[in-house]
């Protein structure tokens, strides 16, 4: 989900005004409050786990000042604030425009479900401390890993087209995908064209014809785009997490029972998110709104290890591109 960056501007004032005179010295005061932000709406599940932690933190000294929705910037606004500690603390995803390593994220096929999922990505997993020796590069510290869900490629309305076997089907096919190059050779392997578009234009993309199909589309944002659309194939092709991200300078600044205290309350809460998670998955796939009609599964075991084979093809210049973005 990598979309255009947006240097400092309005937002990052507005930021400011609100944050730093609230961490002057870099230790969180009883009296003060705490920005945590993020830059999607409240069906999201950036927004359950903001509410659950705020919920952890009930009769503790600590005052969150929450802002939901992009407020204080879009999701690459929000990784560079939290680098420059303007907003201590966000829910984003990697910006690899600052480190070509953090596109570690989407790479396809690590995982096959959610109890592999769970085992490499949550709450104690070997992952947080491979993302963490980059983020730390970067003034970051993530304090865990968000899970969100497996992706899916979605057809739009009107193209008759349901690509089941890969790459034949796939062929004439204009698919978006973000403005990685591992997600274009990617879905190039698979049979699509691949078209670089940033998030916010994927409604339009669809709704105009730009594309005829999305990938990286987890059940939440393929709900929110069931009016374009006709099918969802469930690939699995990814499992898309993001991070909880915080100003490292700003973390270790912190009191320690103010840190111990957030830390548990984050852990508590990404622990529950895991659970919560796979029963939300499974409520916006059964939603009657739902391009339901055309809700296939990809993934037997044959595909499975069809589409491994697939991606091989960019396995090796990914490593490559990956050194050399490092």
Same mark, same amino acid.
């Given at each position: 989900?990598?979309?255009?960056?947006?240097?400092?501007?309005?937002?990052?004032?507005?930021?400011?005004?609100?944050?730093?005179?609230?961490?002057? =010295? =870099? &230790?969180? &005061?009883?009296?003060?409050?705490?920005? @945590?932000?993020?830059?999607? !709406?409240?069906?999201?599940?950036?927004?359950?786990?903001?509410?659950?932690?705020? $919920?952890? *933190?009930?009769?503790?000294?600590?005052?969150?000042?929450?802002?939901? =929705?992009?407020?204080?910037?879009?999701?690459?606004?929000?990784?560079? &604030?939290?680098?420059?500690?303007?907003?201590?603390?966000?829910?984003?995803?990697?910006?690899?425009?600052?480190?070509?390593? @953090?596109?570690?994220?989407?790479?396809?096929?690590?995982?096959? !479900?959610? #109890?592999? /999922?769970?085992? %490499?990505? $949550?709450?104690?997993?070997?992952?947080?401390?491979?993302?963490?020796?980059?983020?730390?590069?970067?003034?970051?510290?993530?304090?865990?890993?968000?899970?969100?869900?497996?992706?899916?490629?979605?057809?739009?309305?009107?193209?008759?087209?349901?690509?089941?076997?890969?790459? /034949?089907?796939?062929?004439?096919?204009?698919?978006?995908?973000?403005?990685?190059?591992?997600?274009?050779?990617?879905? !190039?392997?698979?049979?699509?064209?691949?078209?670089?578009?940033? %998030?916010?234009?994927?409604?339009? /993309? @669809? &709704? %105009? $014809?730009?594309?005829?199909?999305?990938?990286?589309?987890?059940?939440?944002?393929?709900?929110?785009?069931?009016?374009?659309?006709?099918?969802?194939?469930?690939?699995?092709?990814?499992?898309?997490? /993001?991070?909880?991200?915080?100003?490292?300078?700003?973390?270790?600044? @912190?009191?320690?029972?103010?840190?111990?205290?957030?830390?548990?309350?984050?852990?508590?809460?990404? #622990?529950?998110?895991? =659970?919560?998670?796979?029963?939300?998955?499974?409520?916006?796939?059964?939603?009657?709104?739902?391009?339901?009609?055309?809700?296939?599964?990809?993934?037997?075991? !044959?595909?499975?290890?069809?589409?491994?084979?697939?991606?091989?093809?960019?396995?090796?210049?990914?490593?490559?591109?990956?050194? *050399?973005?490092?």
């Amino acid at each position: 989900m990598i979309g255009a960056l947006k240097r400092f501007s309005r937002t990052t004032a507005l930021a400011l005004s609100l944050g730093m005179a609230g961490f002057a =010295g =870099g &230790q969180a &005061q009883a009296d003060e409050s705490l920005i @945590l932000a993020h830059a999607m !709406n409240t069906d999201h599940v950036f927004h359950a786990l903001s509410e659950r932690f705020m $919920g952890e *933190l009930d009769g503790k000294a600590i005052n969150i000042d929450y802002h939901p =929705g992009g407020d204080l910037g879009d999701w690459t606004s929000l990784f560079e &604030q939290s680098m420059q500690g303007v907003v201590p603390m966000s829910l984003t995803w990697g910006a690899s425009e600052f480190d070509g390593r @953090l596109d570690l994220a989407y790479l396809g096929y690590v995982v096959s !479900n959610w #109890e592999q /999922a769970q085992k %490499l990505y $949550g709450p104690g997993s070997d992952m947080l401390d491979i993302y963490n020796g980059i983020l730390h590069e970067l003034g970051l510290h993530a304090v865990g890993i968000i899970p969100t869900d497996f992706g899916s490629v979605v057809i739009r309305k009107g193209v008759g087209k349901v690509p089941v076997n890969f790459p /034949a089907d796939a062929n004439g096919l204009k698919i978006r995908v973000p403005g990685l190059p591992m997600a274009v050779e990617r879905f !190039n392997n698979l049979g699509f064209s691949a078209v670089p578009i940033p %998030l916010a234009e994927v409604y339009t /993309a @669809l &709704q %105009l $014809g730009t594309v005829d199909a999305r990938s990286f589309s987890t059940a939440v944002e393929t709900y929110s785009l069931r009016d374009v659309l006709e099918t969802n194939i469930l690939t699995n092709d990814y499992f898309e997490h /993001a991070f909880w991200l915080v100003n490292k300078d700003w973390w270790e600044g @912190l009191e320690t029972a103010d840190r111990e205290a957030l830390q548990t309350a984050i852990d508590t809460t990404l #622990e529950w998110s895991w =659970g919560k998670l796979r029963q939300r998955v499974k409520s916006s796939c059964k939603r009657p709104e739902m391009p339901g009609s055309k809700w296939l599964n990809w993934m037997t075991p !044959n595909w499975r290890l069809r589409a491994k084979l697939l991606m091989k093809r960019n396995g090796r210049p990914w490593r490559k591109s990956l050194a *050399l973005r490092s």
